[in-house]
């Protein structure tokens, strides 16, 4: 069984500043994608950014990044000049199989961006 | 932008009671997702439909839930009858097919169930 653990339950970060949101993974699958998912307080979820396992560059999302380290099955997100709106449950999500599967999520990590 | 919704926004109701959940996918999105979110937790996944037919509903508790997509559009969740422990977020979240480059899930902005 495929399972994500995101082993920070809050961070906070001063408006400006760099941040990285860590998630490790475990699954026997070789192709899969893994997805950063933002839930803003009483808003609905919304995708940050995604990555394919089968390419090795890091996705890039203007100011989110990824360190896809696939050996070592961690998946971080780097949110830089970090902003009050980026204030959320940030949420590591693991795909796999090859025909509409489901998102087996981590618990979540709370961001707090301070002014 | 084109968006998922789904309503009443929020519930309460009296254990042994039935609800219901009502979610519209995105316009053309064949796929349809029904996640649980306890507070705290990260969403797990009820049941997916593709068009109108299940395509995964293991994680369904069958003797209380029930959901339908009968025209592989629109879809309904049912809960009969409510217990304390269903009490949680319930998500709706649609992608355009099942699996490929194209399988981004979307999602609705919930509805809050409170079982009292």
């Known amino acids: 069984a495929q399972t994500v653990t995101q082993s920070q339950p809050e961070m906070s970060v001063q408006e400006a500043e760099t941040v990285t949101l860590s998630c490790t993974y475990d699954?026997?699958?070789?192709?899969?994608?893994l997805f950063w998912y933002k839930q803003p307080p009483s808003r609905q979820m919304i995708l940050v950014i995604r990555?394919?396992?089968?390419?090795?560059q890091n996705a890039t999302e203007n100011r989110f990044s990824v360190n896809f380290q696939k050996a070592a099955k961690s998946f971080s997100l780097k949110i830089s000049d970090s902003q009050l709106g980026d204030t959320a449950m940030y949420f590591c999500?693991?795909?796999?199989?090859?025909?509409?599967?489901?998102?087996?999520f981590g618990a979540g990590t709370i961001l707090r961006v301070k002014s | 932008e084109a968006e998922v919704a789904q309503s009443p926004r929020y519930k309460i109701t009296e254990k042994s009671q039935a609800v219901a959940f009502w979610c519209d996918p995105i316009s053309g999105h064949a796929t349809l997702y029904w996640y649980r979110q306890i507070l705290g937790q990260g969403p797990e996944l009820l049941v997916q439909?593709?068009?109108?037919?299940?395509?995964?509903d293991s994680q369904l508790p069958k003797d209380r839930f029930s959901a339908e997509r009968l025209k592989g559009v629109d879809s309904t969740l049912k809960i009969q009858p409510a217990e304390l422990g269903d009490s949680a977020m319930y998500l709706c979240?649609?992608?355009?097919?099942?699996?490929?480059?194209?399988?981004?899930?979307?999602f609705g902005p919930g509805t809050r169930l409170t079982v009292l």
């Open positions: 699954t026997s699958e070789n192709n899969y994608y």
């Open positions: 990555q394919e396992a089968y390419k090795q």
């Open positions: 439909f593709q068009d109108e037919s299940v395509v995964d």
């Open positions: 979240a649609s992608s355009l097919v099942g699996g490929g480059d194209t399988d981004t899930q979307y």
């Open positions: 999500a693991f795909m796999t199989g090859e025909y509409g599967n489901k998102l087996v």
